[in-house]
């Protein structure tokens, strides 16, 4: 018998728009000891599926409107809310996405272990924290013993992660969900943290259902894959099926939009637009400390036309380099030239001149731009600045770049809110050209998107960079999209290169360990090869 | 439909965007509508009042005394025989005006110095906030008592004497929302594309954090009104004949067991007063609110 099977879940959603059918009668079943994968992009129901059966959507708004949820025979959705409480935490566990608002903030990480241990096992206090401190062993966590009376900020992102996953083992569970536990984490913490999943669900023989919008991510360590669209299964069976026979054509969409196969580089000659030396960005940190060396003793050029790839994991520099190039950061010592000139030493009306020649497109769509500005505003505001169009004509440059990154034109009264990722980042793209620089930093444009949104932006950029001629510096720790995308790629750790060259270079012959480990950290990398 | 947008975003969209859709949604809340004609009603009247007004305010008609309202008199008469309608209106004049001209000095202060000193941080920012805690830790009534012995008592300095009291607080919320927006990266962004600070204040930041600032004048008013109260039963504001709704009510208060229409008359119209103006500003603040509505 299944551990868990579910059939015919139908879940809707009843606003004052309408109701909109979220689950549309899918059909699933999850075994003991095996990891099944529910892959879908934003919408597709796959979180709501999850999170219904446990009644952990607020009702209303949401309904559910039939099938049934059998873990082990028990039906889930007839249950009342204290049955299901028992179960939840008990016989099923959830990790969520973000480690972060998921813990208590004042809590110890010790005190929040125990909870569930003191609330659903009748258990001393003694015991509880001998089995707290058991399990945090077992997730990674160093040094348990003195970890146990920290708080959630004091661990990293990974960490917490960590954390959270002792939690959710603590009462045993015998199904463990997970929704995009490492959507939020590096790549190369996302490859440990899947690797401890796999472990830890082949050890303790539980069922784990694996939420996650990326077919790339589970490729290593899902036994049965479902795919999800619209609220409905499209296809389901065996990985190794879903992998190298998918019919459906959206799973095959899916599997296109995993980013593969390396750029050629750029030929013919090269003469560097951007020539970085020595660069030091330093941040104070008080008087008495060290200040934080985000970006210590770099130096490179990128060249006309070219995109410059710049990898590494959170705090090794990338993000801050970018910035500094665009003077968004106070720059400690060195020099960025730009076509011949200092941009360190600008002021004033020499700045604003060149800060029409070089932009940024952002990591998140959803806070670069300003929610009470509409598309209109937002893309006439830097076509105004500069000169680029005078009052009379606005509207139709705006209109035209609308037109390049590919928005409806009839969206153009409209606010950020009304629009997807996808979309807003196509309103920030055109932002940034709109002022038509030679040179654009793209810090990780695509990485708070849904995997085939990014190949649809990921193309668009492509498309629009030799559109516009764009000399790009596009930042991301994902070593796939950048390999893709970019003529060289530099390794950054700990605010230095350590590594630079071709994509086929780096990625069939890594000199460095740590490029090494970052190659070994993309998730299914069998499937770019 | 899509030719039809073209030609559409000519000429309305030129200006702010943000204003006008807040205009359109403003429209449909009918309790921000009725708060809003209510308040031009009140000002109107209180210009014109030296002409429409029944009664003169100083003269006195001792055998009157006080009388309940009567066809003569709609709102009845104080214990001086003075007609009480007469009375509210000339008060409605100074306590409008100190509400709104107090109100207006304490927001315009308060918010440009809240948000530069969000904006720039630093140093700046901790200059500029110690003086507003400097300005905090003086004694109010000292301050305003000293105002009013060095230039003598005078209606526009006691505007001005409160107004400087309550913009303190409007630049503490100020800069807390700026500084919250200022990490947002739509302001890197702004930076980016090379706008000046200025810009960067006005169309970046106070948008966005005009929500508290609303509901927090819309307290203010009120507020405001009964300090001048306060300051003229002092001795420090107004004087008599001359009235305002504050000093009326206090005086009603007094009798209120003997002519209770001296307190229930004044009290309405500050009442509502105050209604309107909360209506109308959590229909601005919605307004605003470009997440609100999807109309």
Redesign the interface.
Known sequence: MALLEVNNLQVSFVTRMGTNRAVDGISFSVETGKITAIIGESGSGKSVACYSMLGLIPQPPGRIDGGEALFEGRDLLQMSEAQLREIRGRDVAMIFQDPMTCLNPYMTIGKQLMEPLLYHKHVSKEQAKNRALELLEEVGIRDPESTFENFPHQFSGGMRQRVMIAMALINEPKLLIADEPTTALDVTIQAQILKLIADLQTKRDIGVIFISHDLAVVADIADQIIVMQQGKVVEGGDSQHIFHNAEHPYTRKLLAAIPAGSKTPMAGETRPLIQVRELCTWFEQGRHKEPVKAVNDVSFDINRGEVLGLVGESGSGKSTIG?SI?R?VHVTSGSVTFDGTDVTRLEGGD???F??R???I???PF????????V??TLA??LL??GIEN?KT??SG??KLMDDVGL???F??K?P??FSGGQRQRI?IG?ALA?HPEFVVADEPVSALDVTIQAQILDLMQGLSREYGLTMLFVSHDLAVVRHLADRILVLYKGEVVEQGTGDDLFERPQQEYTRQLLQSIPGRALIA | MTTEVITDITEAEQGSSLWHDAWLRLRKNKLALFGGITLILFVIIAILTPWIAPYSYETQNLDLGATPPSAAHWLGTDIFGRDLLTQIMYGGRISLAVGFVATSVALIIGISWGAVAGYVGGRVDAAMMRFVDILYALPFMIFIVLLMVVFGRNILLLFLAIGAVEWLTMARIMRSQVQQLRQQEFVEAAISLGLPPSTIIRRHLIPNALGPIIVYTTLTIPSVMLLEAFLSFLGLGIQPPQTSWGLLISYGAETMEEFPWLLIFPGLALTLTLFSLNFLGDGLRDALDVRRSKD
Do not use: G, I
């Not at chain 1, 806070?367 to 509409?374: D, E, F, I, K, Y």
């Open positions: 910035r665009l968004l700045l604003k001149n800060r029409s070089m932009q940024m952002f990591q998140d806070a670069s731009l300003n929610p009470r500005m509409t209109f505003d505001e830097p600045l500069h009052r606005v509207a705006v209109l409806a034109r009839n153009v009264r606010y809110h009304e920030a932002r002022t």
